[in-house]
């Protein structure tokens, strides 16, 4: 049996071109236009101090606490994340003195 050699021409690229061809959508310039041209949302703007979930944190818990954890919150139609988020607030809500207290000791918080 002879090796094959595909130093001229590759068969694949017969495929993609061919797939190209057929693929390529019809479009005409005006669809472009309003697709570019579309108004911009004009609905209220974000608070300028609204606080994003932008930090991140690894736990690790016993398996049958987090098998807990999300049947409690599939039960409440929310994520775990927001789950947990809600309760740490609460916690912090429970917890002002303590945190007075650190403002006091400390000085200023550390954001």
Do not use: C, W
């Not at 807990?68 to 139609?77: L, P, Q, T």
């Amino acid at each position: 049996m002879a090796k094959k050699s595909f130093k001229d021409s590759n068969p694949a690229l017969q495929f993609i071109s061919q797939a190209q061809e057929e693929e390529a959508p019809a479009h005409n310039k005006q669809d472009t236009q309003d697709t570019y041209n579309k108004p911009k949302p004009t609905g209220p703007k974000p608070k300028a101090k609204e606080e994003t979930k932008s930090k991140r944190l690894n736990l690790l818990l016993q398996p049958s606490v987090l098998i807990d954890v999300e049947k409690i919150a599939a039960m409440k139609r929310t994520s775990v994340n927001d789950l947990i988020n809600t309760l740490l607030k609460e916690f912090i809500t429970q917890e002002a003195g303590t945190l007075a207290r650190y403002e006091e000791v400390f000085g200023g918080s550390e954001n």
